[in-house]
């Protein structure tokens, strides 16, 4: 079995090894930049990992794994436009490297390469990883409608907020784990139960990610803390911080969000001393956890021998617990 360490390399391998013979050259150009640009690679990987679960040679399916992997990038590609971004990865964003048409029509090619990548896959299986994927692309712009229109509504709550983390990142999530399984020929039980891990460490990867937000170390976590803070975004900490607050708390909390022109460092401060007051760490922490105890469980119960598990748990433990 690869460790995931391994899988790693060979999936930036085949990234670089991936060419675009079709024309005009200008069209691809921006698609192999946005695939070179780095990152966690976590979705090909999961996928590589969850098929080395059942069979041996996981790069026997790493098409597939780079389908997903250029559908990711394509999301982001689509997401920096969106947001307006200017950075990704410490690079020019593809929309301010060349322009915002230029990023529509390369991200509309790179939506169209997954699927090819994704039905490089026999006969046998093509159904199935079409018919997932294609659902697991609904949901995901399914997400990111609810997101976009959680920036203009302030009565957004918990349960919303994790439906749609649920939907914008841990299907995906799930999508690589549950297809690496089908290529495996898993039973459909097995496939189901490695979807419902995905689906739990994606929301737990997610929660992660808003607490680094706020309490991550700038130098480890690659960016500057806060940014969450400064947009107002409705994250975990926002919506609990004003659902549990008194009425001192929330009056304070509604003076930052509102507020048109402030200091950067004073907002982040103000609000991260009301999130501490308030004790939203811990409850995020606690919720994190839950959601990564609850994807174990489902592991456990996947009917393959506890040592072929062991990378896969270890790669899971590193995604949850990380400080960056």
């Not at 299907?171 to 189901?192: E, F, N, P, R, Y």
Request: with cysteine; net charge negative; proline share 2%.
């Amino acid at each position: 079995m690869l460790t995931p360490e391994e899988i790693l390399n060979k999936v930036n391998q085949a990234l670089s090894a991936l060419t675009y013979d079709r024309q005009p050259a200008s069209l691809y150009e921006p698609i192999r930049y946005a695939l070179s640009m780095g990152g966690k690679r976590i979705r090909p990987v999961l996928m590589l990992l969850s098929y080395n679960l059942f069979k041996d040679h996981p790069e026997d399916i790493m098409m597939q794994a780079l389908g997903l992997e250029t559908y990711h990038n394509f999301t982001l590609l689509h997401d920096d436009l969106m947001d307006k971004a200017d950075m990704r990865r410490g690079q020019l964003t593809v929309h301010k490297r060349w322009n915002e048409n230029k990023a529509i029509l390369s991200g509309d090619s790179m939506l169209v390469l997954a699927f090819q990548r994704m039905a490089q896959c026999d006969a046998r299986h093509l159904p199935h990883v079409l018919q997932l994927f294609t659902e697991t692309t609904l949901q995901i712009d399914e997400g990111q409608e609810y997101d976009m229109d959680f920036e203009s509504r302030n009565d957004v709550t918990e349960d919303e907020y994790i439906e749609m983390i649920r939907l914008k990142t841990s299907v995906l999530l799930a999508c690589a784990m549950k297809t690496g399984a089908i290529l495996a020929d898993a039973s459909a039980d097995d496939a189901q139960r490695l979807y419902k891990v995905g689906e739990q460490i994606g929301l737990a990867f997610q929660l992660q990610d808003d607490l680094l937000d706020v309490y991550g170390d700038p130098k480890v976590f690659g960016k500057a803390i806060g940014g969450d803070i400064t947009s107002n975004k409705k994250t975990f900490m926002l919506i609990n911080a004003v659902n549990r607050a008194d009425e001192r708390q929330r009056q304070e909390l509604m003076r930052w969000t509102e507020a048109q022109d402030f200091d950067r460092q004073e907002k982040i401060a103000a609000v991260t001393s009301l999130y501490d007051e308030i004790g939203i760490k811990a409850l995020c922490e606690e919720k994190i956890n839950h959601y990564f105890m609850e994807g174990q469980k489902n592991l456990d119960q996947v009917s393959v021998p506890e040592e072929r598990k062991s990378h896969l748990r270890q790669y899971i433990a590193a995604m949850v617990h990380r400080n960056y």
